[in-house]
């Protein structure tokens, strides 16, 4: 149905998506600006790979243990995010990367810096599932992260994060531990990227230390901060909207890093909230135009509020 | 040093002022209370407990709120979601109640309750960085009345108010006595402090320098001397 | 036994000049501003590409150095009136982020500009200089020569000059030099010149060091500098100087004689997220 070239595509955008979810909680709702994200990533691809190349564990085995050894590190990581705020946490998350993915270049044990290759697609009744049916796959995941999502940012602990984003004090005057709050944010985050991860490990089939690195982690940021950083609306956006554009128009990913570089800028200067971010320029239009559309289709029996 | 020993009680249901000119270390004094600063030495009681080097989440819990002499509203968030993370701490304790969604009408109606009693119905979907200084206190009061509190620590919340702002305000930190809860309000407007106050507290240089009825404090010879002082500085 | 040690430390001290000399740029900038400005590693990788144009144009080192440092000054400027200060409202990660997105923007510029390979800086001085057992190359006295005219310089300036005395009231209290009546303005674009032309001098230097300038150069310093700014304390400039020399040594000696398994990034990082963690004045620093 799909020509493998694009089968390629929506299976890498649907991995971003979901790393991109996993940033977004953590820097988006819980406002802790993180660098670094691609290292969960990589823990829960090279947790799978690792699992299922040398240990020979079917990968529906290797995804839970994935994912939660990304948890581990989330918690491991977000453990710093405790004692510094800011740019010092900023700082210590590129710090991370870079440390991250020097171990896994210098350690042996994960394959040096060619990576592990032969990573198995997963089985479903005994063969190997083919591309669509992994294209599937991904989009259940991605549909079930989602939904996960809604469910986070509309419940209390979704609460509590934008609390802590705007007034950690406060939040925690409130009675609210922000500690607390702050690791599950970066538990939680975590997990999503290092499930993109393994679904990026297995469909590449295999993986090097440089895929988890420090760009790849500005991928992400380009992609969320661009895309409205703060919101699933924006965080899908970004992440359809970067994966596919390279594709579509070949001289840009011939000059990917200087437009991302120059969007990065562009986008702090004149559009922080990103382009479907809450109150941006794009976003305020098609609200209210949404509002004026349906207000005929609603009875109101008071006075519309804006 | 910020304050030093310091000395006083607080009865339940009274409305205590503490006043000194500035950098008495009245804010300081609110710090310590609530959790921000921790002590070197000294104890804070609180109903018989030792609440001293706790963290402000755990003084929350023992039912103390404050307010902020400038004013600190969650600012990109509505009123009503100010509001809701007030009335949400309760469930953050747990780990699982916190994934319970906030979306229900109960809590939205609580909320709403609430911006109800400090006269905030209305401004439920505005932004509060949209919000001018007057909503602002009272949304600060309304956040700290959702922690269902025994004991309210008021930091200047009448600077920068309006005749008539401040006349409802005091209504409301009568209402909060009358509800049962006892109050400290750091105030810099004497007038107000004299009327709404049942005692109050002077502090100068962070020390404690006169307590007592307003009256009294009124025509207390150091406490003149502590203001009087300020003024010469000033001009 | 001795001869080689101290063979080592001078060698380290080379590489651990150059780092203080970029560190000086972004840590006056951080003072002022409190911007961790990673762009600065793009100015350093500008100033390497113009220093070689320049010398291969008029085939004098000297006018080439002053041109690069003139050009890259103006960047800095530009950078400073155009990104940064539009930022200066917002919270502090936007303009990181910026100033992230910033250094990937130049540094693929270069590669456009100048193609990915590889070019040499062809700069001959002669013969290496002995000292009983210990050899130096000319470039490598070259680069102490210029590395100690500069701090010597920028002391000058910071300690006896009324900018060096704007500048420093402004890195203690922004607000109150502007009550004070400095030009709060003009001293941080002479912060942004000066510590831009001081890493432009930095790369060409590197350049000479290691006859190569490549588009990717700035990598090594641009995070490195991160930790550069946290060990050397945030805006105390011989905090700086001695943490270059002294992230020169450390790098120089572990992958030297230990068997970390960290890249020359992994181990400044490694620091740095101990520091910050652990001793948030940085190791030289105040407070």
């Known amino acids: 149905m799909f020509s493998e070239y694009t089968l390629t595509i929506l299976i890498f955008v649907g991995a971003w998506i979901i790393a991109g979810l996993g940033f977004n909680i953590i820097s988006g709702y819980a406002g802790q600006f993180h660098l670094g994200t691609a290292v969960y990533m990589g823990v829960g691809a090279y947790t799978s790979a690792l699992l299922t190349t040398r240990f020979g564990f079917p990968f529906w085995t290797a995804l839970p243990v994935a994912l939660i050894f990304s948890a581990i590190m989330g918690f491991i990581t977000g453990l710093p995010a405790l004692r510094v705020k800011e740019d010092f946490l900023v700082v210590i998350t590129i710090g991370i990367s870079f ?208 | 040093m910020a304050l030093d020993h310091v000395n006083f009680s607080v009865e339940r249901q009274e409305i205590l002022g503490v006043i000194g ?44 709120a404050r307010t902020f002499q400038i004013v600190r509203p969650l600012r990109d968030l509505s009123v009503r979601k100010n509001v809701l993370s007030a009335l949400g701490a309760k469930f953050c304790s747990k780990f699982i109640s916190s994934l319970m969604s906030f979306n229900k009408e109960s809590f939205i109606q609580e909320a709403r309750d609430l911006l109800k009693r400090v006269e905030l119905d209305g401004y439920e979907n505005e932004l509060a960085k949209n919000l001018p200084l007057g909503l602002l206190r009272r949304l600060e009061i309304a956040r700290a009345l959702a922690i269902s509190p025994l004991l309210v620590l008021l930091d200047e919340s009448f600077s920068g108010l309006s005749h008539q702002e401040i006349s409802s305000q005091m209504d409301l930190v009568k209402r909060l006595r009358r509800e049962d809860k006892t109050v400290i309000l750091i105030e810099h407007n004497m007038e107000v402090a004299m009327e709404i106050c049942d005692r109050i507290v002077v502090l100068e240089y962070g020390k404690k320098i006169a307590e007592g009825l307003p009256m009294e404090i009124q025509n207390d010879p150091l406490v003149i001397k502590a203001y009087l002082g300020e003024e010469e500085q000033i001009a | 036994m001795i001869s080689t040690i101290v063979q080592q430390i001078l060698n ?12 000086i740029g972004i840590t006056m900038i951080y003072g002022t501003l409190r911007i961790l400005h990673i762009a600065n590693a793009g100015v350093y990788v500008a100033g390497a590409y113009t220093g070689l144009l320049f010398y291969l144009l008029t085939h004098n080192f000297l006018l080439a150095v002053i041109g690069a440092m003139f050009f890259c000054g103006l960047i800095g400027l530009a950078i400073e009136r155009f990104i940064y200060r539009p930022m200066i409202p917002l919270p502090r990660a936007v303009a990181l982020i910026a100033s992230v997105g910033l250094f990937i923007f130049m540094s693929d510029l270069a590669r456009i500009l100048a193609g990915p390979l590889q070019r040499p800086f062809p700069l001959d001085l002669g013969q290496r200089v002995n000292i009983g057992e210990i050899s130096l190359s000319r470039i490598d006295i ?24 704007a500048i420093r009231a402004i890195s203690q209290d922004l607000d109150a030099s502007k009550i004070m009546g400095i030009n709060v303005e003009r001293s941080i674009q002479f912060v942004f010149f000066i510590g831009s032309a001081i890493s432009a001098v930095g790369g060409i230097l590197v350049a000479i060091l290691y006859n190569a300038v490549y588009p990717s150069m700035g990598d090594v310093f641009s995070y490195k500098a991160l930790a550069l700014i946290v060990i050397g304390g945030f805006g105390s400039l011989l905090g700086a100087v001695l943490a270059g020399l002294l992230l020169g040594l450390t790098e120089t000696f572990i992958t030297t004689y ?24 940085g190791l030289f620093g105040k407070e």
């Open chain 2, 21 to 64: 000119p500035n950098g008495a270390g009245k804010t300081t004094l609110f710090n310590l209370i609530s959790g921000v600063f921790k002590p070197n030495s000294g104890k804070i009681l609180f109903d018989g407990q030792n609440i001293e080097g706790k963290e402000p989440n755990q003084i929350a819990a023992f039912g103390i």
């Open chain 3, 142 to 165: 070259l680069i102490y020569v210029f590395t100690f005219i500069i701090f010597a310089i920028l002391w000058f300036i910071m300690n006896k000059t009324k900018i060096g005395y």
């Open chain 3, 258 to 281: 230990t068997h970390v398994p960290l890249s020359r990034e992994g181990i400044a990082m490694f620091f740095l997220i101990v520091l910050i963690l652990f001793r948030p004045a």
């Open chain 3, 12 to 23: 380290s001290f080379v590489l651990g000049s150059v780092y203080a000399l970029i560190t």
């Open chain 1, 99 to 306: 440390v991250f993915e020097s171990l896994l270049i210098y350690l042996p044990y994960f394959g040096g810096p060619v990576g592990i290759g032969g990573i198995p697609m997963p089985k479903l009744f005994g063969t190997s599932v083919s591309k669509e049916i992994y294209l599937l796959m991904v989009f259940a995941m991605v549909i079930i992260c989602v939904a996960l999502n809604y469910k986070l940012i509309n419940s209390w602990i979704g609460l509590a994060w934008e609390s802590i984003r705007e007034d950690e004090m406060v939040t925690s005057i409130l009675g609210i531990d922000t500690r607390k709050f702050k690791l599950y944010a970066f538990i939680i985050g975590a997990t999503y990227c290092g499930c993109g991860g393994v679904l990026y490990a297995h469909y590449m089939t295999y993986i090097t230390p440089y895929d988890f690195g420090f760009l790849p982690s500005i991928y992400i940021v380009v992609m969320v901060v661009f895309g409205g950083i703060g919101t699933i609306r924006g965080t899908l956006f970004g992440a359809i909207f970067m994966t596919m554009m390279p594709e579509l128009f070949r001289f840009i990913s011939e000059y990917r890093n200087s437009i991302y570089g120059l969007l990065l800028v562009f986008m702090m200067l004149f559009e922080p909230q990103g382009i479907l971010g809450d109150r941006s320029y794009i976003w305020d239009k098609i609200y209210s135009s949404w509002k004026r559309l349906t207000a005929r289709f609603r009875t109101n029996y008071a006075p519309i509020n804006r």
